[in-house]
């Protein structure tokens, strides 16, 4: 299993605490119950964090070429799909899907799709619960803009109440492949991705998809041949 890179460090930390605290209850003068379960406890906490940071290949399901269409840029379960007015990016009304991230979901995000990194902010702010619709406005997040040719998308990675570490590896200037990896959010949030009207939504509420897998949405003059 491939462990994404953002979270080495903590999982290397994680298993030198559990080694020290397992090592530490057996030469101390504890009850034996104490003795079992702390190292039970310390190898059900590595296991979690090892687990939360994997890191799956993904494959977009469309060829090489095919930059009109909008991929997802998380794992989870669509929270919302609305029509909303985006004033910093686009500066009109947009379509806006937003994926929610449990705890259990692999948490590294993609890029949705192909073209340049063109417009990056990171904005400090709140930590409300996830699924809270004002999470959008509020919340800590990063905004990240790419264009291409036909298409131009905005991707915001939020922070949550658990969630509160945005880690986002792209540059304003750098080119990407719809599917790339891109960063994550530790430890569960939501992601919004922002497109034009032009486009429409393949997905529904509380459906589930795979960041760099699944289809967000195509063109509109598309639809006849989306199945």
């Known amino acids: 299993m491939k462990i994404a890179w953002y979270g080495r460090n903590l999982i290397a930390w994680t298993i030198a605490g559990a080694a020290v605290l397992s ?3 057996q030469i101390l003068d504890l009850p034996n119950l104490l003795k079992l379960l702390v190292p039970v406890i310390c190898i059900v906490v590595v296991g979690f964090i090892v687990f939360f940071f ?6 977009p399901i469309l060829p090489p070429g095919e930059s009109h269409v909008v ?3 998380a794992d989870g379960k669509i929270l919302s799909v609305a029509e909303v007015y985006e004033p910093e990016y686009f500066g009109k009304s947009v379509w806006q899907v937003s994926v929610f991230m449990s705890p259990l979901n692999v948490h590294v995000n993609r890029v949705p799709i192909s073209g340049t990194v063109e417009y990056l902010r990171y904005v400090p702010g709140k930590y409300l619960v996830a699924f809270d619709e004002k999470s959008s406005e509020r919340n800590e997040r990063m905004l990240i803009g ?6 131009q998308v905005l991707m915001r ?3 949550g109440f ?3 570490r945005i880690v986002c ?3 304003v200037g750098q080119s990407v492949k719809a599917g790339e990896r891109c960063g994550m959010i530790k430890f569960g949030s939501r992601v919004d991705i922002l497109f034009p009207k032009s486009h429409t939504p393949v997905i529904h509420l509380r459906d589930s998809v795979k960041a760099g897998e699944t289809i967000i949405a ?3 003059k598309h639809l006849s041949h989306f199945s």
């Open 23 to 25: 090592t530490g209850v």
């Open 54 to 59: 994997r890191d799956p290949e993904r494959y």
């Open 71 to 73: 991929i997802a840029p």
């Open 146 to 151: 790419i264009k291409n040719e036909t298409l």
């Open 157 to 159: 990675q939020i922070a």
């Open 162 to 164: 658990i969630a509160r």
């Open 169 to 171: 590896t792209l540059n």
């Open 218 to 220: 195509i063109p509109e």
